[in-house]
């Protein structure tokens, strides 16, 4: 667990700016997720919800659904677009 979490504080140092493209946000996003995959298979619940968020967050990227925000949300954070 103890790389998993020195690759997810380093996946921090490695945020795209507020204007990257959309790609690159997703490429991140995807990343985030895979890391925050790796914490909950080891029983970790917030990180299961916070990796299913980033994916999907990744999909809309890709898909074009929306746009790159100036920093990603932290997981718990509520949605500035929708409050919740």
């Known amino acids: ?10 996946l921090h140092l490695i945020r795209p ?3 990257a493209a959309p790609h690159a946000w997703a490429a991140w ?3 985030r997720a ?6 909950a ?3 970790s619940t ?10 999907r967050k990744a999909a809309e990227l890709r898909e074009g659904a ?3 925000p100036a920093r990603p949300r932290p997981p718990g954070a509520p949605s500035p677009r929708t409050g919740a």
């Open 1 to 10: 667990m103890r790389n998993t979490l020195s690759e997810l504080g380093a």
């Open 17 to 19: 700016t507020a204007g």
């Open 29 to 31: 996003h995807e990343r």
């Open 34 to 39: 895979l890391v925050l995959d790796a914490l």
């Open 41 to 43: 298979a080891d029983g």
């Open 46 to 55: 917030l990180a299961a919800t916070s990796a299913a968020a980033a994916h």
């Open 66 to 68: 929306g746009g790159a």
